[in-house]
């Protein structure tokens, strides 16, 4: 519930409004502000008051209304596909087709480069979806996909976790300077 109160307030106002009303809520002792974070994250496991202090300095981020449309269809149907605009006829105009097309992953160069990180406890890059997206790749080049799997990371500690440049960071540039 708080989840659908907060993206309303999100949604209708603007971006500065947004950060003094999570600023002021933070400031009461009675909020904890990591459970905010973890409602939309997951468990973050490497946060400390100073990364909260600093994700309210730039958060939240605007998007579209369609980009936010765009990933509940995807959570909602568990399809990986391009944007549907709710009537036959507007997606027969812009994709030749009723429905939209489904994103066809093996159209990825199976010799092409992927580092893919991902968490445990991530509520937003779930496990299960990620479990998805290697099966997806599964015919990948084996040297070419790289997978780094960190059990107690949660979707802001790929961001902000004070272990990121260790665990995270590090390990991506490593691996594009093999694949320059």
Do not use: W
């Amino acid at each position: 519930m708080l989840f659908i109160i907060l993206f309303r307030f999100v949604y209708k106002t603007r971006r500065d409004d947004v950060s003094r009303f999570l600023k002021g809520l933070c400031a009461d002792p009675k909020v904890d502000c990591y459970d905010l974070m973890t409602a939309l994250t997951g468990k973050n496991c490497c946060l400390n008051a100073s990364t909260v202090d600093v994700f309210l300095q730039s958060e939240p981020q605007s998007t579209s209304t369609k980009n936010l449309v765009h990933l509940a269809q995807t959570v909602r149907d568990g399809v990986l596909a391009k944007y549907d605009y709710g009537n036959p006829a507007f997606n027969i105009e812009h994709y030749g087709m009723p429905m939209p097309p489904i994103y066809n992953l093996s159209n990825i160069p199976k010799d092409f480069p992927l580092y893919i990180s991902y968490g445990g406890q991530d509520a937003l890059s779930d496990p299960k979806d990620v479990a998805n997206l290697l099966d997806d790749l599964k015919l990948h080049d084996e040297g070419k996909l790289s997978v780094q799997y960190i059990k107690e990371y949660a979707h802001a500690d790929f961001i902000m976790g004070v272990t990121a440049k260790d665990v995270i960071y590090d390990k991506i540039i490593s691996f594009f300077q093999r694949n320059q």
